[in-house]
C-alpha cells in the first residue's frame, strides 16, 4: 500500500538516502524480452501486464521488433553471453530448441505438475514447450500463416466473392488491380517474404508437398518442378504489389487494407489483432479466409515464453508468470485481442469472433485429419540456420535477383549447406 501510493520523487528521495536496496527487493518483478510491438500486439500484451500486477509483480519491458523473431534472438545472445538473461523469451519453436541444448532455461515441472499442463497442451506444442521431458516454456497462443485478410467494402463494390483456388485469387486480384487500389499489401522484409511462401507451397503442392518440402527438406521435392511452380507463382504475385513494399513494417501493410487502400494482405493471425485494434469488425469490415488451395490444412506457430534460470530473489515472480499464462482465463482474454487461439485444448470459444471461431475449429479439424503443420517462415518447420537459408533464396527471388529455375537450384543448394 505504502509502496503503491509512492510517487516517483518519493523513491528518489529514498533511493538518495542509500534505502533504495530495501525498497528495490520489496517489489517482485519480471523482465520479459518480445517482439510484440504492434498496435494490437501491445493491446493484448498489456492483458498479461495487468494480470501480473494485479498480482504485485511489476513489468521490465524489453521490446525487438521484428516478426519471426530474428532481431529478438540476436538481442538475446548478446543478453546472455553477457550473463545477464531475462526472466522469460517469446520464442518459436526450433529457436526454443536450440536454447534449451545449452543448460540454462528453468525448469518449470513443478507448477507444471501442479497445474496438468500435460493434459491441456496439444503434442505439436509440447513438442516444443518441453525438452528431455522437462517443461521449459508456457505456450501462450496458436497462431496460423495461411490466412488471407481482406477489406470488405472492396470486395462488395466489385462483386468479389471469396477466392477458393489459385485461378480465382489471380482473377480476384487483377480486378482489384483494376479498380485502382494496391491489390495485395505487402511489406518486403524475409519473413513476410516467407509467410507467403508457406502458404503458396501448401496450395501449390497440398499437404504432403509442404511435408516433404518444408519439414523433411527432401531434396527432390525441393528441386521439383512443383517447387518451380512456387517459385514462378510468388513472382506472379509479387506483380500486385504497391512499389513501396520494401522494407515496410507488417502491420503498415495491414493498414493498407483497413484503410481501404489495399484489397488483401497475406498474413498470419495476428493481423486480426490490428483490425480489432483499429475497432473493425470480421463479416462486416473485414474478411477472413484461408488461403486459396490450403482450406482444408493449417500452418501454424506458437509463441512460448521460454523461462530462463534466474536467480532465487526472481523465481517466485517467474512462476507467477508462467502460471498466468497457463491460466484458461488468461487464454482466452489474450488470444482474443492478439487474434491467435489459445494453446489449452480446453478453453471455450465463447468470447472469439467469427474468425477466432474459425480459427479454433479448423486448427482441431487439421489436427485430427493429419493437416497441421509447423510454419516454415516462423520457426516451427526446420531449424534457425535452414529457414535462414530458405529466407535468402525466397527473398532474392522476390526481388528479381534469380528467375524462378535458379531459384530452386539455389534453394536445393542453400539448404543442404545450412544443414
Ligand atoms: C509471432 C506473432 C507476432 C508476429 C508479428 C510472429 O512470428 O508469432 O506473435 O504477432 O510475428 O510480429
Not at 518442378?225 to 501493410?253: C, E, H, I, P
Not at 489483432?273 to 483499429?278: D, I, K, Q
Not at 526446420?382 to 535477383?401: L, Q, S
Amino acid at each position: 500500500m505504502f509502496l503503491g501510493k509512492m510517487t516517483r520523487a518519493g523513491i528518489g528521495m529514498i533511493a538518495a538516502l542509500g534505502l533504495s536496496t530495501s525498497i528495490a527487493t520489496a517489489q517482485e518483478s519480471v523482465e520479459v524480452l518480445h517482439w510484440w510491438t504492434a498496435g494490437g500486439e501491445a493491446k493484448a500484451l498489456q492483458v498479461l501486464k495487468k494480470d501480473l500486477e494485479s498480482q504485485g509483480v511489476s513489468w521490465n519491458d524489453m521490446p525487438v521488433a521484428g516478426g519471426g523473431g530474428e532481431q529478438a534472438m540476436t538481442v538475446l545472445r548478446a543478453r546472455v553471453t553477457s550473463g545477464n538473461a531475462p526472466t522469460a523469451v517469446q520464442m518459436l519453436g526450433f529457436d526454443i530448441k536450440d536454447w534449451a541444448g545449452e543448460d540454462i532455461l528453468a525448469n518449470l515441472d513443478e507448477l507444471a505438475a501442479k497445474e496438468g499442463w500435460d493434459d491441456v497442451v496439444p503434442d505439436a506444442l509440447k513438442d516444443f514447450s518441453k525438452h528431455d521431458g522437462h517443461w521449459i516454456a508456457a505456450p501462450v497462443n496458436v497462431h496460423s500463416t495461411n490466412w488471407v485478410w481482406a477489406n470488405k467494402a472492396i470486395f462488395d463494390e466489385l462483386g468479389i466473392n471469396q477466392p477458393t483456388d489459385w485461378n480465382e485469387l489471380i482473377a480476384a486480384l487483377d480486378k482489384i488491380k483494376a479498380a485502382g487500389y494496391t491489390a495485395v499489401a505487402h511489406g518486403g522484409q524475409a519473413w513476410q517474404d516467407a509467410t507467403i511462401f508457406d502458404a503458396v507451397v501448401m496450395a501449390t503442392g497440398g499437404p504432403d508437398f509442404y511435408q516433404a518440402s518444408m519439414i523433411d527438406t527432401d531434396p527432390d521435392a525441393l528441386g521439383s518442378d512443383t517447387m518451380k511452380t512456387v517459385f514462378d507463382r510468388m513472382a506472379q504475385l509479387r506483380g500486385y504489389v504497391d512499389d513501396n513494399f520494401s522494407g515496410r513494417d507488417w502491420n503498415l501493410a495491414t493498414a493498407m487494407v483497413i484503410n481501404k487502400e489495399a484489397g488483401v494482405q497475406f498474413m498470419g493471425d495476428w493481423a486480426k489483432g490490428e483490425f480489432l485494434n483499429a475497432g473493425k469488425v470480421p463479416d462486416t469490415d473485414f474478411l477472413c479466409f484461408r488461403f486459396p488451395g490450403t482450406q482444408d490444412a493449417v500452418t501454424f506457430n506458437s509463441d512460448q515464453f521460454v523461462m530462463f534460470k534466474v536467480g532465487e530473489d526472481r523465481q517466485d515472480a517467474q512462476m507467477k508468470l508462467a502460471s498466468a499464462v497457463m491460466s484458461p482465463t488468461f487464454q482466452s482474454a489474450f488470444n482474443v485481442v492478439k487474434g491467435s487461439v489459445p494453446a489449452r485444448t480446453d478453453v471455450p470459444n465463447d468470447a472469439f469472433d467469427a474468425c477466432g471461431k474459425k480459427g479454433m475449429a479448423e486448427l482441431a479439424a487439421a489436427n485430427k485429419k493429419g493437416t497441421l503443420f509447423g510454419s516454415m517462415a516462423h520457426g516451427h518447420s526446420v531449424p534457425a540456420g535452414v529457414k535462414n537459408a530458405m529466407y535468402d533464396v525466397i527473398t532474392a527471388h522476390f526481388n528479381g535477383e534469380y528467375d524462378s529455375a535458379t531459384a530452386v537450384e539455389e534453394l536445393v543448394n542453400a539448404v543442404e549447406s545450412a544443414q
